[in-house]
């Protein structure tokens, strides 16, 4: 399963509304999708597992949705320390991991 | 706490093969499956593999099978990743991942390591 993320890069501002997209090029087995986070020289931080569910620790402003082949996450109100680099990954056949979204500030 | 610590950076020359170690603590090791991702310079993240840390058996991403061994020591509860005949390409940072299934997130990472095939 392919996975192909948009946009490739998103220029917001703090406060704002992020929107990031994740398209399947198959529907992906039981939701079975995965976001995550990754910040310069760190290791990816698992933020939303089973399309929706929010991973222990996470902030309430991440959120995910979708199901088959569209998946989306959402961040309500964009702090500073939300900028970062978001990855969707698929886990219900194999793993595939989508090339990613850089959420950079405007 | 769970821990998941990986052995340093190394510097390969093209041909020879590399052993990158995950030291795990905090949690039953064998009730669980570890994956290991890399990630190239300035690219995104490619599954590599997946070992049961119970049974032992492993499962490999078609583009490594030949290449890539993966193996665990129960007695210390880490977990190895080998990579054979490396070549400029291989050069990336190794993660470790930890999941409790085989259909669930990657819900804990080692810090990565730094493997440079260089000449």
């Known amino acids: 399963i392919v996975l192909t993320q948009s946009p490739g890069t998103l220029s917001l501002s703090p406060g704002e509304r992020a929107t990031l997209s994740c398209r399947a090029s198959?529907?992906?087995?039981?939701?079975?999708l995965a976001w995550y986070q990754q910040k310069p020289g760190q290791a990816p931080r698992l933020l939303i597992y089973?399309?929706?569910g929010r991973a222990t620790g996470v902030p309430d402003r991440f959120s995910g949705s979708g199901s088959g082949t569209d998946f989306t996450l959402t961040i309500s109100r964009l702090e500073p320390e939300d900028f970062a680099v978001y990855y969707c990954?698929?886990?219900?056949?194999?793993?595939?991991f989508g090339q990613g979204t850089k959420l950079e500030i405007k | 706490q769970v821990q998941l610590v990986q052995s340093g950076a190394e510097v390969k020359k093209p041909g020879a093969s590399v052993k990158v170690s995950c030291k795990t603590s905090?949690?039953?090791?064998?009730?669980?499956?570890m994956h290991w991702v890399r990630q190239a310079p300035g690219q995104g993240l490619e599954w590599m593999g997946i070992i049961d840390l119970g049974g032992g058996s492993t499962r490999y991403a078609q583009k490594f099978q030949g290449r890539v061994t993966m193996t665990r020591d129960t007695s210390t509860t880490t977990v190895y990743m080998e990579l054979s005949r490396l070549r400029s390409e291989d050069t990336a940072v190794y993660y470790c991942a930890r999941v409790r299934s085989l259909r669930r997130a990657f819900d804990m990472w080692g810090q990565g390591t730094m493997v440079t095939v260089s000449s």
């Open positions: 198959q529907p992906v087995s039981n939701n079975y």
């Open positions: 089973d399309a929706s």
């Open positions: 905090g949690f039953s090791f064998s009730n669980y499956f």
């Open positions: 990954q698929q886990y219900g056949s194999s793993y595939t």
